[in-house]
T-cell receptor, first 115, second 108 residues
């Protein structure tokens, strides 16, 4: 399978715990995005990388959230001291190019439930 | 929060009927896109539009980039059961924002 893969698909955690999600983009894609999606809503932009550089972060990304893409390939999204409001689907997407055309390839998402 | 207004929120139609949904923005966009999301999956790109007035088809799907650059519509002709899902518009200048989605149900 050469699509975007995310791990884990589901995570249940207790409030206050830290969680980390991993995204493996399509191999030749240089741009990687993280979105958050809650029930009944469309994806909300969190952050994106071009190669290993994190070029934009949404105001939604509080200081408890951190994302990395150390070698310009896979990326991790860590949420520290989780809160119930963090419960959502976290979607990763990738694309190729020097600018954002909007043509994103999404993974299946990592669903987080904070109890 | 969402910056795009997508309507309708949901549609219940009979197989074979045509469907139309639209999206509006308060600001001008350079790009409009339409995605479909099935349960438990990530969104999949259906159509991308890059020019005001552009009308693009992909099989039974047709989408248009509004002349004002503040709106777009998606039409699905002769709906079939596998058209069921949530359709999202997305648009922007340098970054992409998504609408809240139109949930389509097709009754056989």
């Amino acid at each position: 399978d050469t699509g975007v893969s995310q791990d884990p698909r589901h995570k249940i955690t207790k409030r206050g715990q830290n969680v980390t999600f991993r995204c493996d983009p399509i191999s030749e894609h240089n741009r990687l995005y993280w979105y958050r999606q809650t029930l009944g809503q469309g994806p909300e932009f969190l952050t994106y990388f071009q190669n290993e550089a994190q070029l934009e972060k949404s105001r939604l990304l509080s200081d408890r959230f951190s994302a990395e893409r150390p070698k310009g390939s896979f990326s991790t999204l860590e949420i520290q001291r989780t809160e119930q409001g963090d419960s959502a689907m976290y979607l990763c997407a990738s694309s190729f190019g020097d600018y954002n055309t909007g043509e994103l390839f999404f993974g299946e998402g990592s669903r987080l439930t904070v109890l | 929060g969402q910056q795009l207004n997508q309507s309708p929120q949901s549609m219940f139609i009979q197989e074979g009927e045509d469907v139309s949904m639209n999206c509006t923005s308060s600001s001008i966009f350079n790009t409009w896109l339409w995605y479909k999301q099935d349960p438990g999956e990530g969104p999949v790109l259906l159509i991308a539009l890059y020019k005001a007035g552009e009308l693009t088809s992909n099989g039974r799907l047709t989408a248009q980039f509004g002349i004002t650059r503040k709106d777009s519509f998606l039409n699905i002709s002769a709906s079939i059961p596998s058209d069921v899902g949530i359709y999202f518009c997305a648009g922007g200048l340098n970054d992409m924002r998504f609408g809240a989605g139109t949930r389509l149900t097709v009754k056989p």
